[in-house]
């Protein structure tokens, strides 16, 4: 059994006029076999969630717990988050010149479970995760993100999620810029993953599309750094049909 839980979470961010408040207290349990959804208008907090769970330097916890399996991964540098089982498929992919995807992924492999895959296995593997997310084999000996269309960096996200196999995956809006063919591999990826024993899925964006794709469990809405409302997945058409305007001080 799995377990991810945010507990009070204040998160703030250094600006010009000194610390900004970002998180005000966000509180959330991601279980075993789980998908959870967050939505909300731009500045909620959203992003923020993820980068903060991640352990990305710009965002300073400023109170809570986060725990993965009864461990405070808030006390973990970002590569020991990553071997407790935690993955996080970024909004804009970062390209790596001079890196294979190849030997990236290796890496990553190795780090997580401490000893190289038998490489003939997994050349196989990783052409059989590329191919599931249409993308060539021939992506494999390219450098991480070069070059690669905004639709071709998400499939290979995804195609990490396979291969890397964590306990929580935390995907941050990556159904933005697809169009409906990529979106569809992606959101089949995506289910792919869940679909395993013991896993955790916190997925987070602004449309309701890939939500018909992929069915969450559990729908947050975000509003200033709180969780202003949770829900099936029946609170998604609701903000689908309606917007934000019944949160106070959320745009429409």
Known sequence: MTTLEIKDLHVSVETEDGPKAILKGVTLTIGSGETHAIMGPNGSGKSTTAYSIAGHPKYVVTGG??????ENVLEMSVDERARAGLFLAMQYPVEVPGVSMANFLRTAKTALDGEAPKLRTWVKDVNGALDRMHLDPAFSQRSVNEGFSGGEKKRAEIAQLDLLDPKVAILD??????DIDALKVVSDGINRFSGREDRGLLLITHYTRILRYVKPDFVHVFVDGRIAESGGPELAEELEANGYVKYAGAPA
């Open 65 to 70: 717990e986060v725990l993965l399996d009864g």
């Open 173 to 178: 809006e990556i159904d933005s810029g697809l």
